[in-house]
């Protein structure tokens, strides 16, 4: 028997404790090696399901198909047009990716943009698309939590395509499928960036997006039930629009920053 005050006592404690870190080590690297095998870049989670116009996409890559499991706590699904998508308006890092890095890792957000995607049914529906396939068919259940954000109008807003009142009908359209296929999830609507000029970007009129856009969003939002849109307009303005929109209506670097910061703080603020 080993008195309390003898030598092999601290031995004995020494090799129990190098027992449980061995232990704790050995569960701590199955449960990394299992979440590892279940959930995909679980550090920085972003990622980019976003495509060229609806008809002309390869299929989407397979984590962005619907059943495939997440570790973040909440999920933010962002829809938009080549504003959003990753590359479509020649942005390497676009506000989606910006946001994930401003958020952390407790959100997972994913990049569903599709360039020349209108609300309207056009020829480029974003209804049609991959992208809202996938995000229609996901299965949003209760946990985790689930963000959808919309930021669709720049292409409907061209002088080929502008119909407030169809604008309208498909936008509220989409959101009741949004809120029937996911009653609990938050759906929150973005207003599109200002036009730098008029007329840019395959004829887009300034007055439909600067104008008539943010006050028909905003009635959307009510009519539907959600919350106030996200002011992503509101983030240019008094800056220099030829700078932030190098072609009229495609953010650069700097442009994709504003609205990721504009986001991060309408999501987590409310404001």
Not at 130 to 145: D, F, I, N, R, Y
Request: charged share 15%; aromatic share 8%.
């Amino acid at each position: 028997m080993v008195a309390w005050g003898g030598t092999q006592e601290p031995r004995t404690m020494q090799t129990l404790a190098m027992i449980t870190l061995l232990f704790s080590s050995a569960l701590s690297l199955k449960t990394d090696m299992r979440r590892s095998a279940v959930y995909y870049n679980s550090t920085m989670p972003y990622i980019d399901c976003s495509g060229a116009q609806p008809a002309a996409q390869a299929p989407l890559p397979a984590a962005c198909q619907p059943g495939t499991p997440v570790s973040a706590s909440t999920v933010i699904m962002i829809l938009g047009d080549s504003i959003t998508g990753a590359g479509q308006s020649g942005a390497p890092d676009p506000y989606p990716a910006k946001l994930q890095r401003l958020l952390g890792s407790e959100f997972f957000v994913m990049n569903f943009g599709c360039g020349y995607a209108t609300m309207q049914n056009t020829t480029n529906a974003y209804a049609s698309s991959p992208q809202w396939t996938a995000v229609h068919s996901a299965q949003l259940g209760p946990s985790p939590s689930f963000i959808c954000i919309i930021q669709l109008g720049s292409n409907d807003a061209q002088a080929q395509f502008w119909n407030p009142a169809g604008y309208k009908s498909a936008y509220l359209e989409m959101i009741s499928a949004l809120k029937k296929q996911a009653p609990q999830a938050r759906v929150v609507l973005s207003i599109p960036p200002p036009l730098g000029m008029d007329g840019a970007c395959a004829q887009m009129s300034k007055q439909a997006i600067d104008q008539e856009l943010p006050r028909i969003i905003t009635e959307i939002s009510h009519e539907a039930g959600l919350e106030d849109p996200i002011k992503t307009n509101e983030a240019f303005q008094g800056e220099n629009l030829a700078a932030l929109l190098p072609d009229g209506c495609h953010p650069a670097d700097a442009g994709h920053s504003k609205i990721a910061q504009a986001f991060k703080t309408h999501l987590l603020y409310g404001r």
